[in-house]
């Protein structure tokens, strides 16, 4: 006998345009262009894994990325608060996230959130000047991501809720919807959206 009942998947296909369109790509090149302008070609294996783990951000979702782009402004401005304090800390993070993260791909979901949200939050550039720079970068961008969630027209979401809509999972509570995703930001956006069809 069977354990489980025969699942049949199917893709949803879709594209982002307008607004979300720009923010994914201002975000792109702002993690490949914008950063190595700012600072040139070092501290490369440290910025590779925090920046990778930012564009990863923007395909999950536009809250995501927003609490990503949030928690890294705050970061820096605080950084530039007392430049002298956060530049003596900075090479101990460094070593120490280096590290810890040769294997990261093998960790849980928990422990590499973790260390991802430590890079994005503690690694930040080297000099005053590189600080300014990156905090005069993220501004703009934060304020895109901040107005393409307000807007609450987010593609991925539109989509799920269509797809919840085509299979009537509102209505027919013997159903459940199964919804995997990476990022913390993320689940707490879908909660906020979906928990008053599914309480």
Same mark, same amino acid.
């Given at each position: 006998n069977k354990l489980f009942k025969d699942r049949h998947p199917q893709r949803v296909e879709y594209e982002i345009t307008?607004?979300?369109?720009? #923010?994914?790509? *201002?975000?792109?090149? &702002?993690v490949a262009s914008k950063l190595k302008e700012i600072r040139g070609e070092q501290s490369k294996t440290t910025a590779g894994f925090a920046l990778t783990t930012m564009q990863r951000r923007v395909a999950s979702s536009t809250r995501a990325i927003r609490r990503t782009l949030q928690r890294r402004l705050e970061r820096i401005e605080k950084a530039l608060e007392d430049p002298a304090a956060y530049l003596r800390n900075r090479q101990v993070f460094q070593d120490t996230l280096l590290a810890d993260a040769e294997d990261i791909e093998d960790w849980d979901e928990e422990s590499r959130w973790k260390v991802e949200e430590a890079a994005l939050e503690e690694w930040l550039p080297g000099t005053v000047a590189e600080l300014e720079a990156e905090r005069d970068a993220l501004r703009p961008l934060l304020a895109l991501a901040q107005e393409v969630e307000d807007s609450r027209t987010e593609r991925k979401l539109t989509e799920l809720l269509d797809v919840v809509a085509s299979l009537g999972l509102r209505q027919d509570?013997?159903? *459940? #919807? $199964?919804? &995997?995703?990476?990022? =913390?930001?993320? $689940?707490?956006?879908?909660?906020?959206? #979906?928990? =008053?069809?599914f309480e």
């Open positions: 307008g607004r979300e369109w720009a #923010l994914y790509d *201002q975000v792109t090149d &702002f509570r013997r159903r *459940q #919807l $199964l919804i &995997f995703t990476e990022h =913390k930001d993320t $689940l707490d956006y879908l909660v906020e959206n #979906l928990s =008053k069809d």
